[in-house]
């Protein structure tokens, strides 16, 4: 799947920022209400500080943990990110979440020990074994698609 120029709709966007924003004092139960909502966007977004050919996701390193990957709900919050980093928007990777829970998976083994989302504006963080809990809760990538030409 070409996911360069796709994004998540902005109405799934806007339900995960008012599932955060009411899961203010929910503990625990607030913050899985977050996750599933990110887990059914159809794309997960990542800030490329590698190479084209090697790419590397950015992560911060909070104190006495490894690293935590910072992952973006929609196109424009990664590109925020990377400009904060200095860098421009052609760093910006999407994938599929199915497929981006399987990468982050496959980096555990590297010392990784979670993931952030939306580091700037939501800023809660799942450890990396909870993310095959997330499967559970996807959308599936079937019903995803690219929405149909107008005809002239």
């Known amino acids: 799947m070409d996911t360069e120029n796709l994004d998540n709709a902005p109405v799934l966007v806007t339900e995960l920022d008012r599932i955060h924003a009411e899961s203010g004092e929910a503990g625990q139960d607030g913050q899985i209400a977050v ?14 500080r590698g190479t084209p ?23 424009a919050r990664a590109r925020e990110a990377a400009t904060q980093l200095g860098q421009d928007a052609s760093v910006v990777l999407a994938l599929p979440t199915p497929r981006a829970i399987d990468y982050l998976e496959s ?19 799942s450890p990396l074994g909870n ?22």
């Not at 050919?53 to 196109?75: E, F, H, K, L, N």
């Not at 993310?131 to 002239?152: F, H, K, N, Y």
Request: a positive charge.
């Open 35 to 48: 996750w599933q909502a990110a887990a059914r966007l159809g794309l997960w977004f990542f800030v490329n």
């Open 53 to 75: 050919d090697s790419p590397t996701p950015y992560a911060v390193q909070p104190p006495g943990m490894g690293p935590v990957i910072c992952i973006y709900s929609c196109r």
């Open 107 to 125: 980096l555990a083994p590297h010392g990784v020990a979670g993931v952030v989302l939306d580091k700037e504006h939501i800023g809660i963080w």
């Open 131 to 152: 993310l095959s809990r997330m499967r559970d809760w996807l959308v599936p990538q079937t019903i995803i698609g690219r929405a149909p030409r107008e005809e002239s």
